[in-house]
């Protein structure tokens, strides 16, 4: 990136486009920030200390926590500083960079996502040699090869960022830095990077979507099979917490994305980027009886009453 380029500065949307809403907001977002961290960290410290729950299912769930915590550390820390401060100003650099961290953890999601459909796969379809198709060897594999392949993925759009130019205080339409909004303000001609990206997102997306989506139909060609309706239900609710999550993250994404109503979009990202870290570890927490029964115990070993 050149000299003229780093010295010029970006304005964000923000939430809302009323400035006395600015202030009142900032104490909502702290909440569902602090909410998010705590939720996602109690998920990872149940699965830590709880040998019931130290299982490549549970693995990959606190993997999930842990991106979730990560991808929400990204956004809500900036847009708290700009609830508090109604300036809404980022640097070039600051706004790249946090377009990086963003791809990274929301890829990296996208691919654990799919990993966590083909552990479901292997439970119900292979019950008998589930712990033989998912050792903790593979585990830890398909976590590394996640986290690598989303690396090199965010670096590559990144990189395409790092050679566009940018001449003047323009602003995004969003409360954070995202690629779209980034190739929207640039001054370069960006029509090789835009067809570039959206290839690449197309056969990202698409490969993640098949990959996530069908294990499903094999597994639930699997469940209709089974004659116990107690056995045919668990199997069910092993699935339901996932499928929700999956919905979510997707449905989400497409609004975020391909809507081009303004108000909705920025509605839509807030869901995306803000909340969604937050359903997550409550949907997993209200449908796995695994993580309840962890949570009583150890609320039970700490003295503390509970209510449920």
């Known amino acids: 990136m050149n000299n003229e380029t ?63 915590m990560s991808n929400s ?7 708290l500083f700009d609830l508090y401060t109604q300036k809404r100003l980022i640097s070039v650099k600051a ?7 963003f791809l990274f953890f929301i890829s990296s999601e996208v691919f654990l996502l799919a990993v966590m459909s083909y552990d479901r ?20 594999l398909l976590i590394s090869g996640v986290l ?21 205080s323009k602003p995004l339409r969003s409360f954070f830095c995202d690629l779209p909004q980034l190739l929207q303000v640039s001054c370069s001609d960006t029509f090789i990077s835009v067809l570039t990206i959206f290839l690449c997102g197309m056969l990202f997306g698409g490969g993640s979507f098949v990959l996530t989506f069908y294990p499903y139909v094999i597994i639930l060609n699997t469940i209709l099979k089974i004659q116990s ?46 909340l969604a870290p937050l359903l997550n570890p409550v949907i997993y927490s209200l449908r796995n009886q695994d993580l309840k029964t962890s949570l009583k115990r150890s609320l039970c070993r700490l003295n503390i009453p509970m209510g449920f």
């Open 229 to 274: 309706k107690q056995t045919r239900s668990k199997a069910f609710s092993t699935c339901s917490s996932h499928l929700t999550v999956v919905f979510i993250f997707y449905g989400t994404t497409f609004f975020n994305y391909f809507d081009t109503n303004a108000k909705e979009s920025r509605a839509a990202s807030i869901f995306y980027a803000v």
């Open 95 to 101: 706004c790249i960079t946090q377009t990086y961290f």
């Open 121 to 140: 796969y292997a439970a119900i379809c292979h019950p008998l040699h589930y712990l033989q198709i998912m050792h903790w060897k593979k585990c830890a």
């Open 148 to 168: 690598i392949f989303s690396m090199v993925y965010s670096l590559n759009y990144t990189l395409f960022l790092l050679k566009l130019n940018f001449c003047g």
């Open 6 to 68: 780093e010295q010029y500065t970006l304005v964000l949307s923000g939430i809302s486009d009323l400035p006395n809403l600015q202030l009142p907001l900032f104490p909502v977002f702290l909440l569902v920030y602090l909410m998010t961290l705590t939720g996602n960290l109690i998920i990872i410290l149940l699965i830590c200390t709880d040998s019931h729950l130290q299982t490549p299912m549970y693995f990959f769930l606190g993997t999930l926590a842990f991106l979730d």
């Open 73 to 79: 550390s990204v956004i809500n820390p900036r847009l």
